[in-house]
Every structure is written in structure tokens, then in C-alpha cells.
């Protein structure tokens, strides 16, 4: 008797251990319940996305899906010393876990920000920051191809601002234009809504400048990521989120 029991108490602590990575398979299967060892200890955010065209009736290619992988995970680990997952499922769809992190919201606008930076000549007549510019036809003088780099820095009364540098026939361009235009206002427009429309005091022949806009310095950190990741292919929409508590080694 003393002999089967030792058999059945075996049995039972050889299931036990085959029910652990079974029951961590079962989630991997399941995209929306993917939690890695990262969010378990940690806790943070998940999200599913989904690449979409900007354009009804046109189809997103596998670049321009590798393209957004590529640019998301550049937007949200710059420094690529963060343990960020960007993991592609299927064909156009990507997993991004982000251990640590409280601020849902913010992450949502990283990933979703088209991130199209344009400079528009307003003349005479600034533009309210916040607003949208669809169908104001103003003269468009650059875009964020046109950027070499963006960096955080300080502004002239000690506030967070983008510090950006131009390309070598971008900054020849803005120089003449500047020069041409001195007392006119000139709008920093990203995805259509004006940052900023400050008054253009002097030639700007440097190539260099920078976007003030009442930012704190979370603000100038996410838009130089941005910026610098450039700008989105294609339209990402999130299909599903959620927030997760760290919970391994909880009693």
C-alpha cells in the first residue's frame, strides 16, 4: 500500500507542474490575454493595434505594416533601454506591452499620432494654438521631412520646449523665407492642429529653431519621439487595451 501511494502522490505533482505551462500556452493563443513575464511583475499597459489606410478603398502593404512597427517602437522606447514589446500578429495587426507604465492615455496618443509636421506661413493673422487648419490653404514652407533632428531643450524663460534642426537645403530655404517675412507669422502645424504660431522676428539662416507651446516636459519628450520616428504610413487604431496590476509574488 505504502508503494502506490508514493506512485499516486508522484502523479499528482507531475500534474500539477504540466498544468502551469499548459494554462501559460492557453494564453499565449489568445492574443487579447497575452500578459509576459515583463507586465506580471511589473504591471502596465496592453494594447492590440490595427494598421488601417488612411484612404477608403486602399489596402495597407506589408511594408507600410513593418514601416509602423518600426516607428512605434521608436516612438515609445527612443532610447531602446526600455523593455517594450512590439510583436506583430498576423498581418497587419501588432501586440505592444509596456511594463510599468501608469498613463494609458498618453501611450493611446504615441500610437495613434500620424505625426505630419508642417510649417504654414499665417501672414498677418496668427492662428489660435489648437486649431485645426483642414481648408485654410495657408502656404505650406515645410514638412517634417524636412527635419534632420529634434531634441528637448529649454526655452528663453526656462520652459521645456522642442529644439529642432533642419537638412542643409531646408534650412538655405527657411533662411530666405524667414528673411523675407520678418513681423509675419509662421504656424507649427503637426497633424493638421497648430502647436504654436509665433511671430518671426528675424531671419532664421541657422537652420535651427524651436516649438514653445506651453508644454511640459513629458509633452516635449513624447513630441520629440515622435518627430523623430517620423511620420506614420498608415492610420493605427487601437483595437483593444488594458491595464494590468502586477501580480506575481502577491500572497
Known amino acids: 500500500m505504502p508503494k502506490v501511494w508514493r506512485w499516486v502522490i508522484a502523479l499528482a505533482v507531475l500534474g500539477v507542474f504540466s498544468i502551469i505551462p499548459l494554462w501559460r500556452w492557453i494564453k499565449w493563443k489568445d492574443p487579447a490575454r497575452i500578459i509576459r513575464l515583463g507586465l506580471d511583475l511589473a504591471g502596465g499597459t496592453y ?13 495597407v502593404t506589408q511594408e507600410d505594416v513593418l514601416s509602423v512597427g518600426t516607428v512605434l517602437q521608436n516612438r515609445l522606447d527612443p532610447t531602446g533601454s526600455k523593455e517594450i514589446l512590439v510583436l506583430q500578429r498576423g498581418f497587419n495587426r501588432f501586440e505592444i506591452q509596456i511594463p510599468g507604465e501608469k498613463d494609458p492615455k498618453r ?18 493673422m496668427p492662428l489660435e494654438k489648437g486649431e485645426n487648419v483642414e481648408g485654410k490653404n495657408l502656404p505650406q ?39 523675407e517675412n520678418v513681423n509675419k507669422y509662421l504656424c507649427i502645424v503637426l497633424d493638421k492642429t497648430v502647436i504654436s ?3 518671426i522676428r528675424s531671419a532664421i539662416s541657422q ?10 516636459q513629458q509633452d516635449v519628450e ?4 515622435v518627430l523623430n520616428s517620423g511620420r506614420l504610413p ?17 500572497s
Open 107 to 124: 501611450v493611446r496618443n504615441l500610437l495613434e499620432k500620424t505625426a505630419f509636421l508642417e510649417f504654414l506661413f499665417a501672414g498677418d
Open 207 to 216: 537652420g535651427q529653431g524651436v516649438i514653445e507651446g506651453d508644454f511640459t
Open 197 to 199: 504660431c509665433p511671430v
Open 222 to 225: 513624447d513630441m520629440v519621439a
Open 141 to 179: 514652407w515645410l514638412t517634417g521631412e524636412d527635419l534632420k533632428s529634434a531634441h528637448p531643450t529649454i526655452g528663453q524663460y526656462g520652459q521645456p520646449v522642442v529644439g529642432f534642426e533642419l537638412k542643409s537645403a531646408a534650412a538655405k530655404k527657411f533662411g530666405r523665407l524667414t528673411e
Open 47 to 59: 494594447f492590440l493595434v490595427q494598421i488601417e489606410p488612411f484612404e477608403e478603398g486602399k489596402e
Open 234 to 250: 498608415a492610420r493605427v487604431k487601437v483595437v483593444s487595451e488594458l491595464s494590468v496590476s502586477p501580480y506575481l509574488g502577491k
